[in-house]
């Protein structure tokens, strides 16, 4: 649910925070997460960079994380070029979710010079690029050479690349006419919210799906695949939802299951297509309602974990405790003719 309409949300809130921050700590707990933790004109933060395939984001955290023993070599390289730097700019790149962030350091010859910190939030080809003045990559979270992708290689000493195009609606310039005309090629028949994210960069299935959801319902239209009279009104209501975005009134929330006690997903727009089958909580920002959402569902995690290992502990003592007990029993059974053998034995030696 991380689409570009949630990282907008999260870059409006960081912008007044983090500009003209000092960057006092630089942290690597994990492989592909990278933590700084900032000096604020308002205070301290700690901006959170997660490059993880089944969880990559960019906000704000509160959640302290064990560190290694032996920092990282892209941590030590971060630490060596950017500690003591400032915050020039935050720039998101296009409507793709990836972010710059423009960092002003001293060289090795106390000249300063510019660093870009490029944080993609694409899935599975998220990634953590750190360039030097010239936009040349220094280093990476992940290098992708020829064997990974032919179209976009991330090594050192190559000139940083923006991902490659789409042919999918930007919605920063479509207009309501524009997703029409995109969402009328879309074949008859073909699910609604399918169409929908074929159709318009950086949208979510959740946000695609509550789009036609809300016209449905005013509509009193049958939910599900996309027919001509759906298309008219999905089209202005991506538009009114990006024009919400721009104008960056977001009502962040996040959905959990109907017992209130599993995080399902989160979304910067109140979420109605639920009904009474999820309950949903709105928070104030969208950095709360990403970190309760994350904090939630990594302990939901490491408690499943947890009672995974103690229940497989538990059921290999009840296996081992059965197999005593079945060779007990079958020794049970061959000596139930004991004391009667005994007799018979007594006698025989007595006489």
């Not at 400032?86 to 090795?108: K, P, T, Y």
């Not at 992708?149 to 207009?175: F, H, K, Q, W």
């Not at 799906?209 to 695949?225: A, H, S």
């Amino acid at each position: 649910a991380f689409d570009a309409f949630f990282l907008s949300a999260v870059l409006g809130e960081a912008r007044t925070k983090i500009l003209d921050a000092r960057v006092d700590k630089i942290h690597q707990p994990s492989r592909d997460t990278v933590i700084f933790h900032l000096r604020c004109p308002g205070g301290r933060e700690k901006l959170l960079f997660a490059a993880n395939p089944t969880a990559p984001r960019l906000h704000f955290t509160e959640q302290s994380m064990e560190n290694p023993a032996q920092p990282p070599m892209f941590c030590m390289l971060l630490r060596k070029h950017l500690t003591g730097g400032r915050i020039e700019s935050v720039v998101r790149l296009g409507f793709e979710r990836a972010v710059d962030i423009e960092i002003s350091s001293r060289n090795e010859l106390g000249d300063i010079i510019s660093r870009h910190l490029i944080c993609e939030v694409m899935g599975r080809n998220s990634n953590i690029i750190f360039l030097d003045e010239n936009r040349r990559i220094i280093d990476s979270v992940k290098h992708i050479d020829l064997t990974v992708s032919s179209v976009r290689n991330i090594l050192p000493g190559l000139l940083y690349m923006m991902p490659p195009d789409t042919e999918r609606l930007n919605p920063e310039t479509a207009l309501a006419e524009d997703y029409l005309k995109a969402l009328e090629k879309a074949p008859e028949g073909r699910e609604a919210d399918r169409a929908i994210t074929d159709s318009v960069m950086g949208i979510s299935p959740l946000l695609a799906g509550e789009c036609v959801y809300r016209v449905c319902k005013t509509r009193n239209l049958f939910i599900g695949e996309l027919t001509f009279s759906q298309k008219e009104g999905i089209a202005q209501e991506l538009s009114d939802l990006f024009g919400k975005a721009s104008r960056l009134e977001f009502s962040p929330c996040v959905i959990y299951s109907s017992d209130g006690k599993k995080t399902v997903d989160f979304a910067p727009f109140d979420i109605k297509q639920y009904e009474e089958g999820m309950k949903v909580r709105s928070f104030t920002s969208m950095n709360s309602a990403a970190c309760e959402f994350y904090f939630t569902r990594d302990l939901q995690s490491r408690m499943n974990d947890r009672s995974a290992a103690i229940t497989k502990t538990i059921a290999n003592n009840i296996r081992r405790a059965q197999k005593k007990l079945d060779i007990l029993q079958g020794e049970l059974k061959e000596a139930e003719e004991r004391e009667k053998l005994k007799i018979a034995g007594d006698l025989i030696t007595a006489n």
